[in-house]
């Protein structure tokens, strides 16, 4: 059998957000570029989990408003497509609900 069954789920990591105090801890999570963007060793950035970094530290994006287009395609299915809508507010919070409401926000556009 070729492809995902119907009903069966496969996730992909897309970027990941890490305490700031503890980014100097990952490789490649504390770049340059955070300091030339003002970025402060207390605000939340988000690193995209690309196969391939590039030396100029675009994968990780500071706080903003952000809309990815996401397009998910299989030999068995139809093709989706998805506007996803980020909002970073640079705020950590070690409880998930509350960085949920307060850190993150993310939500489908269409």
């Given amino acids: ?24 801890q990952f490789p490649g999570e504390e770049h340059p570029r955070l300091v030339a963007l003002g970025i402060g060793n207390s605000q939340t ?24 287009v996401v397009v998910v395609a299989a030999a068995n299915a139809k093709l989706i497509r998805r506007t996803i809508e980020l909002n970073l507010k640079g705020a950590w919070f070690p409880d998930e609900a509350r960085m949920f409401k307060d850190g993150v926000g993310v939500r489908i556009i269409e």
């Fill in 1 to 24: 059998m070729h492809g995902i069954p119907p009903g069966v789920y496969k996730h992909s990591d897309f970027g990941h957000i890490i305490e700031p105090s503890l980014r100097r």
């Fill in 45 to 68: 950035v988000m690193s995209l989990d690309l196969v391939v970094r590039p030396n100029t530290g675009s994968y990780l994006i500071p706080l903003g408003v952000y809309r990815f």
